[in-house]
């Protein structure tokens, strides 16, 4: 006598993967959906912004008649607070990775700093706001300024810069710095001139990450208490500002009241989001181009 | 032209103080390197046991024995590049002309530029050609453009592969086989001058070919330098060296003269190690 | 005919002139101040949370804050703090949030590690993360324009500004979040614990759920417990889409203040240094900081104590 049914567990099979390749499809579906809702998300920002993107759009200054206005201001304070982010990150970020990776004993100061850290990538964006808010604008006297929201949007991002070159001077093969040292180089020597020439690949993609995610961060800003109002084009880190993604922020609320601002918000929205995939592009680039070296 | 001959030969005749320049097979020669009882942990581990092993000047020191033996760790000791793992303690001394490298105030930079290091796997760092052998001197403060370019072009002849490269020194280093690579960074090594040069099993990744070059290169290197030479291949040992140490399970089983070791070893484990009856 | 060099005594004589020494020593502590700016930074905002939120509960009591259900800061004649209508806000908005983010965001990583070629999935992740390096002010600019007129179109009663329009946007900014993380714990399962089940005749599907994802459960509810703290932390699409209403009700379709929104609210308002609401943004910001830590501190804590070891 046999303990198994062939014909029973044959019509169980059956059952067993049609409903495999019902879900399947399922889960198929359920990975497409975001690509979808991504698609109709841009196809519809896109719609609202013709006839409103133009280079006039770019070259005008903020007005408060949708026909006139432009992003000139805000486009302008974004690039100045780049300026600010991008040095400060640079230098603190890589700083304390070579720090982390190359001089840290492994030990509990490594440990305290690295659990910091990845618990300040945690951090809500509007904390960071209120933490600007209180140091940088009330305490240091910066006022709502490009240096303040700059230093708020540099610590808000430095995490991120920090986790990736830590990981880009850990790929640099240990046979490298082997050879240096070999030739009696000191390791501060070893460092700037085979290790860091090294990393610079990923250290840069990690940069233009971290760049990106602040020309879009709004939050923080918001907090620091940044007015709609019109501004002047800024001309010094010590004046006051205002960015891309803030301008998004009042001409949509304000779409209520004036409906062309919905069209004037989404225009922005596409300046920022090809500024975003530019810069994703030349980060891949990168990638691509120095994989794989060794 | 030979290139050698302009690497200050007067050089070498000093570090010989009071001996006559010219050396003969049967006179003592002065030891670079003197290892006294020698220990090494990795950890638990025991990897270096009572290690006592002279290396003579102008020599070429052979270092045989199986896998795990302690080849690697013993050489890497040599230049102190062995503390770069963590775990590492020592006990015991080295003296590298006389004075003890693990002295307080040894500095181990200064160590490193006197005692170049070549590995077994090819590691030219990724710049030109040119920049890959200028490291060392710029590393040490050499700038002047000229003093550097002569440097270049005196290793990399020094390390027969000038007339390979001459025509694409800016290239990226990456570019050449394995065994000019290896010839790269044997020129590397050259560039700083040093006195003794360790070589990790150094042909172990080259083809037979190449193999032969760094072999005879090694050869024509023992005129000016100590070389000592990790290596797997007997026949290597056999053609090249002039001393061999056998080591065995972290111990110097056997140091003699290579002819010595190939022919009558004093130890049945010599003689198994050699005749392939283990490792 | 080359010249003879001294390259040995050119380096011995810059050897006894040279600062290295000096530089050797002064960069590990230029590159330590470096890395104690983040201690520094978490200082700053443990700190001036801390003190401020002493400040606050000096005026009001903690039963007023944590008990009572009236938020009117602004009101100029007689203002109430209670934390809960925002409370309710943003945990309705994170569970909105979540329905859409974890059954979608699992259900990808599944296709991801199990379903697709390593073709099609070297295309699809990089799409989908995408996702995830859009502005949030962009996804609340949607929300508010498209996402909630089309859903009003379905649900006539939905208020103009809600919380269920912008729980969904934000679930949806979360799924890359969910299914990377949950891609990389599926992916660190063994091939040979599939093999195993796929040799006794089990279907994918079943590979699926009875074998991989128990492997991969600490993973998992990992990123779930991410993907929440990050919803809790969100703030544009809320503010935006989600209004300012301090309501305390399980009603989705009207508008409801998350915590974040509300420091939007004060801040971008004229609530001058030292008033009470001034100081109750602080309150709500330790609140929101405290949980988005704790969650955070408990995702790690999961993926390091249950880390199967294979
Ligand atoms: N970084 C390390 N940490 C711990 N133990 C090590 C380390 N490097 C080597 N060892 C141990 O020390 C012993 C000697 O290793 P070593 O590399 O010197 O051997 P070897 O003779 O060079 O071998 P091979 O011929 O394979 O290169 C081995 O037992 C090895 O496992
Ligand atoms: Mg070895």
């Known amino acids: 006598m046999e303990y198994i049914d062939r014909g029973h567990v044959q019509k169980k099979m059956r059952t067993r993967l049609l409903l495999n390749k019902v879900f399947k499809y399922l889960f198929l579906a359920a990975t497409l959906f975001g690509l979808v809702f991504l698609a109709i998300l841009i196809t519809r920002v896109f719609i609202d912004s013709i006839g409103w993107l133009d280079f006039s759009f770019l070259t005008n200054r903020l007005s408060f008649n949708p026909e006139i206005a432009g992003i000139k201001g805000a486009a302008a304070g974004t690039l100045w607070l780049m300026v600010i982010v991008g040095p400060v990150t640079m230098t603190l970020g890589v700083g304390t990775a070579i720090y982390l990776e190359e001089y840290a004993k492994k030990g509990r100061l490594h440990s305290f700093i690295q659990t910091n850290i990845s618990n300040l990538a945690g951090v809500p964006s509007i904390v960071f706001g209120l933490l600007g808010l209180t140091v940088f604008v009330r305490v240091l006297g910066f006022g709502s300024s490009i240096i303040a929201g700059g230093l708020t949007m540099s610590l808000l991002v430095l995490p991120i810069v920090v986790v990736a070159a830590q990981e880009a001077i850990r790929s640099v093969p240990g046979f490298l710095r082997e050879a240096s040292y070999g030739m009696g180089a000191t390791k501060w020597q070893t460092i700037k001139k085979v290790v860091l020439p090294a990393a610079i690949p990923g250290i840069l993609t990690g940069m233009i990450l971290a760049l990106s995610r602040a020309i879009g961060e709004t939050a923080p800003l918001v907090a620091l208490g940044i007015p709609a109002l019109i501004i002047p084009v800024p001309g010094s880190i010590f004046d006051n500002f205002t960015a891309l993604p803030m301008q998004v922020y009042y001409w949509t609320i304000d779409s209520a009241l004036t409906a062309e601002y919905l069209n004037l918000a989404a225009a922005t929205i596409i300046v920022l989001l090809v500024v975003l995939f530019l810069m994703n592009s030349v980060a891949i680039i990168i990638r691509n181009k120095f994989q794989k070296r060794y | ?279 | ?310």
């Open chain 2, 1 to 279: 032209m030979s290139s050698l001959t302009s690497f200050d030969p007067e050089e070498s005749k000093e570090k010989n103080e009071n001996q006559s320049p010219t050396i003969t097979k049967d006179r003592p020669k002065a030891p670079v390197y003197q290892t006294k009882a020698l220990n090494l942990w990795y950890g638990q581990t025991h990897a270096l046991k009572d290690i006592n092993l002279p290396i003579f000047e102008n020599e070429v020191t052979a270092i045989i024995g199986p896998s795990g033996c302690g080849k690697s760790t013993y050489i890497k000791t040599l230049n102190r590049m062995v503390e770069m793992v963590e775990s590492v303690k020592i006990s015991g001394e080295i003296l590298y002309r006389d004075k003890n490298i693990f002295d307080k105030n040894y500095r181990v930079e200064e160590l490193r530029t006197r005692v170049g290091m070549v590995f077994q796997k090819p590691n030219p760092f990724p710049k030109t050609i040119f920049e890959n052998v200028a490291y060392g001197p710029k590393v040490h403060g050499i700038r002047d453009k000229k003093l550097l370019k002569q440097i270049v072009e005196n290793s990399l002849k020094g390390a027969a592969i000038w007339e390979e490269v001459k025509d694409r020194l800016h290239e990226n280093a990456y570019g050449l086989s394995g065994g000019q690579q290896q010839r790269l960074c044997i020129a590397r090594c050259l560039a700083i001058e040093p006195d003794v040069i360790l070589m990790d099993e150094p042909t172990s990744a080259l083809d037979p070919k190449s193999t032969l070059k760094v072999e005879e290169l090694v050869q024509e290197l023992k005129k000016n330098y100590s070389i000592v030479i990790v290596t797997h291949n007997m026949q290597q040992a056999a053609r090249i060296s002039d001393k061999t140490a056998f080591f065995l399970n972290g111990e110097v089983v056997e140091n003699e003269k290579t002819d010595f070791i190939f022919s009558t070893p004093n130890d049945n484990r010599t003689e198994d190690y050699i005749s392939g009856r283990f490792g």
């Open chain 3, 1 to 310: 005919m080359s010249e003879r060099l001294n390259v040995k005594e050119a380096i011995q004589a810059k050897r006894k002139n040279n600062k290295s020494v000096f530089v050797e020593k002064m960069v590990p502590v230029i590159l330590f101040l470096a890395a104690f700016i983040s201690i520094i930074t978490t200082i700053g905002i443990v700190g001036t949370l801390t003190y401020e939120t002493i400040l606050f509960f000096r005026e009001v009591s903690f039963t007023e804050f944590f008990t009572t259900t009236d938020l009117s800061p602004l009101n100029p004649t007689d203002p109430k703090f209670s934390i809960l209508p925002l409370l309710m806000g943003t945990v309705m908005s994170s569970l909105i949030a979540m329905f859409v983010a974890i059954p979608i965001g699992l259900t990808t990583a599944v296709y991801l590690s199990e379903y697709a070629s390593s073709n099609s999935r070297k295309v699809l992740k990089p799409m989908i993360e995408v996702l995830a390096g859009i502005p949030t002010i962009v996804y609340g600019f949607f929300a508010f324009t498209f996402v909630t007129p089309v859903l009003q179109e379905v649900i006539p009663i939905l208020d103009r500004t809600n919380v269920l329009s912008p729980g969904i946007v934000m679930g949806i900014m979360i799924i890359p979040m969910v299914a990377s993380l949950s891609e990389d714990a599926m992916n660190s399962v063994p091939n040979s614990m599939r093999e195993g089940a796929l040799a006794l005749g089990a279907t994918p599907l079943e590979v699926a759920f009875r074998v991989v994802i128990p492997a991969a459960i600490s993973g998992i509810i990992a990123s779930f417990v991410l993907g929440i703290s990050r919803a809790i932390g969100e703030t544009m699409i809320v503010t935006i889409a989600s209004g300012s209403t301090k309501n305390f009700t399980f009603d989705v379709t009207q508008s409801m203040q998350t915590m974040t929104a509300y420091i939007v609210e004060v801040t971008s308002g004229d609530a001058g240094a030292g008033t009470t609401a001034y100081f109750s943004l602080y309150a709500v910001g330790m609140t929101l900081f405290v949980f988005t830590l704790l969650m955070n501190m408990f995702a790690t804590y999961i993926t390091r104590r249950f880390r199967e070891v294979y």
